[in-house]
C-alpha cells in the first residue's frame, strides 16, 4: 500500500506541475501588461535597466524630454548623467496580441492533452 500512495503523489506532482507553471507564465504576463499600461500618459519612464550585479542596476530614465543614465541598489539611485538624445536607442514596443497568444496557449494545450 505504501509504494501505491507514494506513485499516487508522484502522478498528482506530474499533473499539477505544468499547471503551476502555466498559471505563473500567465499572472507575469498580466503584470507585465497591467505595468506598461499604468504607465502610459506619464512623464516618467525606465527605458532600458541591466542587471550589473546581484542587486546593482544602470537605467535609462526618460524624465520628460530628457534622458538620464543611472545606477541603482536596492537603498540608493545616482544619476552618472544625463544623455544626449541621439545617445539613445528607443526599441518599438510590439503590443501582445491576444489571438496570436490565445493560439498558442491552445495549441500547448493540445500537446499536452495529446502526452498525458
Request: aromatic share 6%.
Amino acid at each position: 500500500m505504501s509504494d501505491l500512495t507514494f506513485w499516487a503523489s508522484v502522478a498528482k506532482l506530474i499533473l499539477a506541475l505544468p499547471v503551476v507553471v502555466l498559471l505563473a507564465y500567465l499572472s507575469l504576463r498580466m503584470t507585465a501588461s497591467v505595468s506598461e499600461r499604468s504607465g502610459k500618459g506619464s512623464n516618467i519612464e525606465v527605458l532600458e535597466k541591466k542587471v550589473l550585479h546581484k542587486n546593482q542596476f544602470l537605467y535609462i530614465v526618460k524624465a520628460g524630454q530628457a534622458f538620464h543614465l543611472m545606477a541603482g541598489t536596492e537603498h540608493s539611485m545616482t544619476l552618472i548623467r544625463t544623455l544626449d538624445p541621439e545617445e539613445v536607442k528607443i526599441p518599438e514596443l510590439k503590443a501582445l496580441d491576444s489571438d496570436k497568444f490565445k493560439g498558442i496557449l491552445t495549441a500547448a494545450a493540445a500537446k499536452l492533452g495529446r502526452s498525458a
